[in-house]
């Protein structure tokens, strides 16, 4: 992937995108094991959306008291506004797999499994994907196993669903009429031919716009908050700050 802006980091590249994706006066919420993400909702409440609510798990400054229980019941009663996730496989019609590679009976791997992720898939308003690598093995025509299903019959009844899916090389949107990804916008430096050779389905459209870019205030502010970053991934702020110098 090409830098956005010389001096920025590939990780903080792709935070910036998620920060983008958070709206002012809403609620947000971040799962475990998500670093870039936390990174990008940290970056947002500081920049534009400092009247949101947010939910950071795995971190002291969360108001919960009964953990992940009340994530999921913020989801089903409607009052969870985005939320953020991933795949080892995502496929054209925006399902996702964290199960198994493979057949389910006899996995060639067997993978931690979905945590939660199909309610919150189903009954988040916004679901943004966002993954650390683009390849044919991540991008597939159809999951091996789906974890979360991005579309489905009207029954059962379904509140949300994907929106946006963020990697190193682009952004895409999901079409949820067709049920299916487009391609939103390409990263500087990167083509839509070597998006397309990294994806295991076609693309459409042909033409799309360059991604936005972190300006240099940007890339200040969310260097500032990699102090309340250490707090829930202290192993991924400290080799970021080593990163950044």
Aim: proline share 8%; glycine share 8%; charged share 20%.
């Amino acid at each position: 992937m090409a830098l956005a802006l010389e001096g920025c980091l590939p990780e903080e590249y792709l935070a910036f995108q998620v920060s983008l994706e958070v709206r002012d006066f809403e609620r947000t919420a971040v799962g475990t094991l998500s670093p870039v993400p936390l990174l990008g909702v940290l970056h947002a409440r500081a920049r534009h959306a400092g009247h949101g609510k947010f939910l950071f798990f795995g971190s002291e400054d969360t108001p919960v008291t009964d953990g992940s229980r009340e994530l999921f019941d913020l989801a089903q009663r409607g009052k969870l506004d985005l939320f953020f996730l991933s795949g080892a496989q995502v496929d054209r019609k925006g399902n996702i797999n964290l199960t198994c590679i493979g057949e389910y009976a006899a996995p060639r791997v067997r993978l931690p499994g979905g945590a939660g992720s199909a309610t919150l898939y189903y009954m988040t308003r916004r679901v943004v994907l966002v993954t650390l690598a683009h390849s044919p093995r991540v991008f597939v025509e159809k999951c091996d196993f789906i974890t979360s299903a991005a579309s489905t019959p009207h029954y059962p009844w379904r509140r949300g669903g994907p929106t946006k899916l963020i990697t190193p090389l682009c952004t895409m949107e999901y079409d949820r009429d067709a049920a299916e990804w487009h391609l939103a916008s390409l990263h500087p430096g990167v083509s839509s031919d070597e998006v397309r050779t990294q994806t295991g389905f076609p693309l459409m459209p042909e033409k799309v716009p360059e991604t936005p870019s972190p300006s240099p205030s940007d890339l200040a502010l969310m260097r500032a908050q990699i102090p309340l970053l250490r707090r829930s991934y202290p192993l991924f702020a400290g080799e970021l700050a080593r990163k950044i110098g």
